[in-house]
């Protein structure tokens, strides 16, 4: 069936460091592809998205890059910030002709803290 | 305007009892879903509702689960008996329901509450 994996945390950086968190997906036909973050005590909010090959989503510094080559979508900031401590998760939708809001598949989530 | 709401924020409760956990989406939003994260685990999609019909209840892991959406408004996701292993975080979502307009699939974010932590002792 269809999954997301995403690398394992937690991950400990300094600011200003450049962050990567992979994600790597498994479905067929042709998936949305999202990056939700989880800020303490928050629900989840949607970071970014991509809904077709090669669509790169941006959002607050962020980017991931729809690859369906790789089937990945790796979430990457060029200089991290105290305020970006948080859970990440790597999640896709599967593509649907006829409008169904269907669920969301997510990856385990990637802790980041980052240290000033 | 006032998010997805979740009540209780925690629930500690012993193995065989019952606990009921609450869902209000974002007014006029007709999908809801509902998804659990177990610890250290992936999210984990449980059931979906359009207005109060179940769309969709393929992730409810057994027949103790019971959801239900009177009027189609909030939700409530009943635990009977609880066990151990339904320990974890419960999150609730809305999104909007609009049709499809062209041939490629439109997403309408789901916009997630915080979560009802469930500690089942």
């Known amino acids: 069936g269809d999954s997301v994996t995403q690398m394992e945390g937690p991950v400990t950086l300094s600011e200003e460091a450049f962050l990567t968190i992979n994600c790597t997906y498994t479905a067929t036909g042709y998936p949305s592809l999202f990056w939700y973050v989880q800020y303490p005590g928050e629900g989840l909010q949607l970071l970014l998205k991509a809904t077709k090959a090669d669509d790169k989503g941006s959002n607050k510094g962020f980017e991931a890059t729809y690859r369906k080559e790789t089937t990945s979508f790796h979430l990457e900031k060029g200089s991290v910030q105290v305020s970006d401590s948080a859970v990440y998760f790597c999640?896709?939708?599967?593509?649907?002709?006829?409008?169904?809001?269907?669920?969301?598949?997510f990856g385990k989530g990637t802790k980041l803290s980052v240290k000033p | 305007e006032a998010g997805v709401t979740q009540f209780p924020s925690h629930s500690v409760i012993e193995k065989g009892q019952t606990v009921t956990l609450r869902c209000d989406p974002i007014?006029?939003?007709?999908?809801l879903y509902w998804y659990r994260r177990v610890m250290g685990k992936e999210i984990k999609f449980l059931l979906h509702?359009?207005?109060?019909?179940?769309?969709?209840e393929s992730g409810m892991p057994n027949n103790r689960f019971l959801a239900e959406r009177t009027g189609g408004t909030y939700s409530t996701l009943k635990v009977q008996p609880a066990e151990l292993e339904d320990s974890g975080v419960y999150f609730c979502a809305s999104s909007q329901d609009r049709g499809l307009a062209g041939p490629r699939f439109s997403y309408n974010e789901q916009f997630f509450g915080p979560g009802t932590r469930l500690t089942v002792l």
């Open positions: 509702f359009v207005k109060e019909s179940k769309q969709d």
């Open positions: 999640a896709l939708k599967k593509g649907n002709y006829g409008g169904s809001q269907g669920n969301l598949i």
């Open positions: 007014s006029g939003h007709d999908n």
